[in-house]
């Protein structure tokens, strides 16, 4: 069995994945948004300290598997460099501990594998990666051969929703707000203008929309009761929009033949509503990761350390160290 453990953020998370079936023997996750939500995004020192508590608590309810262990999954890039040490430090302690190798994941091939958990791994496919941290496009031909052909210059899909959502006073996270307010109200109403619309350029752009939205509400609390439910259902199709249009301009170059949607902002129905929209002239089969696993979690860390293992990639006990700005 692999331990993997996630702690890239403000999710503490602990998994056992059985190697030989890859089914998920154990699975626990402790979020830390209510605590974050006061602030209105995480706050790096206070989410360390809510995973030193945590994690040891989680992996107190796994000793039981612990003879069985065959290595020690954790993330160790990208993330909160306070909180990527977290997780990392108590990989190292299990690894020394049971005398077990460690490995050292890529957080953004975890969202990839989130697709295959309890599953076997379904490669050739591209891949739209959408979170707080990243949206990027990948083409995905196997755990170890990854290329990004198209990502944001400034502001992430998921992050514009929780920046949004900051300023219409919904808390955080922002996503499920917005798409719960934007429900019922009417996409069309504010025209805000799409990012990079004339722009040749596969890539994406959430900054100035961010703006836009932003003088939108500003105008709105000026009513004396302002109401955002519409302002909030157009910036999310905009949004959204925005990231068929350049994608609908890659696939003229690059057809897709299988596509999946990975991330925590892959959770948005109206987005996978639109992708599925968009695919269908392609004939392309779209895979999702179940909704539970779209957000941060310790099983697809779990799920990329079995073939990891099994394809030898192994990482120094001593030279592991956290990375929080690598890419793919």
């Known amino acids: 069995m692999i331990l993997s453990i996630e702690s890239s953020c403000d999710d503490s998370a602990i998994a056992i994945t ?40 989680i992996l107190e309810q796994v000793e039981e598997y612990f003879p069985k262990l065959k290595a020690v999954a954790v993330t160790s890039t990208p993330g909160l460099a306070v909180t990527l ?66 990502k944001s210059m400034d502001d992430s899909f998921g992050e514009s929703f929780d920046k949004v959502a900051k ?77 068929t249009m350049k994608l609908k301009k890659y696939f003229k170059t690059v057809r897709p033949n299988t596509f999946a949607i990975v991330g925590g902002a892959s959770a948005n129905l109206y987005l996978r509503s639109q992708i599925e929209e968009l695919l269908k002239p392609y004939k392309a089969e779209l895979i999702l990761s179940e909704l539970q696993y779209c957000s941060d979690n310790a099983a697809m860390i779990g799920r990329v350390g079995v073939d990891m293992y099994k394809q030898g990639i192994f990482s120094s006990l001593e030279e592991l160290d956290i990375a929080p700005r690598s890419l793919l």
């Open 167 to 243: 300023m219409m006073h919904l808390g955080y996270p922002g996503g499920p707000a917005i798409q719960e307010l934007a429900y019922g109200g009417d996409r069309l109403k504010h025209n805000f203008t799409v990012p990079l619309h004339q722009s040749p350029l596969i890539a994406f752009s959430y900054s100035g929309l961010k703006n836009a939205v932003r003088l939108a509400i500003l105008e709105e609390e000026k009513q004396e009761e302002p109401n955002f439910q519409d302002i909030a259902a157009s910036f999310e199709h905009i949004a959204t929009k925005h990231l």
């Open 85 to 150: 040490v977290e997780g990392v430090t108590m990989a190292k302690a299990v690894a020394v501990a049971l005398n077990i190798p460690i490995i050292g994941v890529n957080h953004l091939i975890g969202h990839i594998y989130s697709l295959f958990i309890e599953k076997e791994t379904q490669f050739p496919l591209t891949c739209l990666l959408v979170s707080g941290g990243h949206t990027q496009v990948m083409e995905v031909k196997s755990l170890t051969e990854i290329e990004t052909v198209a």
């Open 18 to 57: 059985e190697i030989e079936t890859n089914k998920l023997l154990f699975h626990k996750k402790i979020s830390q948004e209510i605590e974050h939500s006061v602030y209105g995004g995480v706050v790096p020192e206070l989410a360390a300290r809510l995973h030193a508590e945590a994690l040891p608590k």
